[in-house]
């Protein structure tokens, strides 16, 4: 039996979602839509493979686990599903960047093998506890002002996947001979991941206007993320404040030493000893949990 809750939300998004749906903190906006573009076929990625490595599940609990990790991440599919295709409809080219990421993923399930597909879904989940809990943790900063049904969503996402954040690994280490065959395969999977993060950039600055979208997509998630919070961060230290302003950050509110720690944590979180019970775990997902328990409205439960 695996602890975790299939939570069935009904979801629903119009043309009336805007695409700069995060006017608050515009870098967060660009990277919402990332996530969602990038969530649908990831997600659609590990039920095909975990769906083809179940019979060599030879654990129960491993096998009752995978099946409800695969549920929720199902759920998830659907729900960012909404989301994409609303973005879709107001700008149909985006069908064309949708497409060019699926394949992407399809060509994974092509020409590699079971061992390579747990360690890339073991992999990227454990890097979302350590990156989910800053989001959680600076959730008004970060999502405050936006767009109520985004926000909720991707919220109610990091949530998830905190939950089930052992799953993706304890399928890994039952189907994979050494404890480091998934850090083996780290450099790919990192490698992969940017490439679908070019491929949705590229599109977004294809098929948006720069009207609607704001900035370049492509520079905001290849440079400005990183490369803002630094100059940020470093500048004030040796080179004394700067006359222009910096681009809106996503982490503004967040202290150094906070995204130091979770640096490390994502570094360490590729570490073949890596254990996620371990993690610090951001408070505000009990009380989403909770709110949820009591039956409240979690399709628009931030930002109301
Ligand atoms: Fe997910
Ligand atoms: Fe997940």
């Given at each position: 039996m695996s602890d975790l809750v299939i939570r069935k939300i009904p979801w629903t998004f119009d043309t009336?979602?805007?695409?700069?749906?995060?006017p608050a903190n515009p870098l967060m906006g660009i990277f919402g839509n990332v996530f969602t573009f990038f969530a649908v076929p990831f997600e659609q990625y590990i039920i095909g493979a975990l769906r083809d490595a179940e019979h060599l599940i030879t654990d129960p609990a491993v096998a009752a686990e995978c099946r409800a990790f695969v549920r929720q991440e199902a759920q998830h599919s659907s729900a960012h599903r909404k989301h994409l295709n609303s973005l879709i409809k107001q700008y149909p080219g985006l069908e064309e960047t949708r497409r060019e990421v699926t394949d992407r993923f399809d060509g994974l399930l092509a020409t590699r093998g079971i061992e390579f597909h747990v360690s890339y879904i073991a992999d990227i989940e454990a890097t979302f506890t350590p990156l989910f809990k800053v989001f959680l943790d600076h959730r008004d900063s970060i999502?405050?002002?936006?767009d109520p049904r985004v926000a909720s969503l991707i919220l109610w996402h990091f949530v998830e996947e905190i939950e089930h954040r052992s799953s993706g690994l304890a399928i890994c280490a039952h189907l994979?001979?050494?404890?480091w065959t998934r850090t083996r395969f780290a450099p790919a999977t990192a490698g992969h991941v940017l490439g679908v993060i070019e491929t949705i950039t590229r599109g977004f600055d294809r098929h948006v206007p720069e009207a609607d979208r704001g900035m370049s997509a492509y520079r905001a998630m290849r440079s400005d993320v990183v490369l803002s919070e630094l100059r940020a961060r470093l500048r004030p230290r040796f080179?004394?404040?700067?006359r222009n302003p910096l681009p809106a950050r996503i982490f503004h509110d967040v202290s150094t030493r906070e995204l130091a720690g979770m640096i490390g944590r994502l570094i360490a979180?590729?570490?073949?000893?890596?254990?996620?019970?371990?993690q610090p775990l951001p408070e505000w997902a009990a009380v989403w949990m909770r709110a949820y328990e009591r039956g409240a409205d979690m399709t628009t439960f931030f930002g109301r």
């Open positions: 009336a979602v805007p695409f700069r749906w995060q999502f405050g002002g936006g994979t001979s050494s404890r080179r004394g404040p700067r979180s590729q570490a073949p000893y890596h254990n996620p019970a371990d």
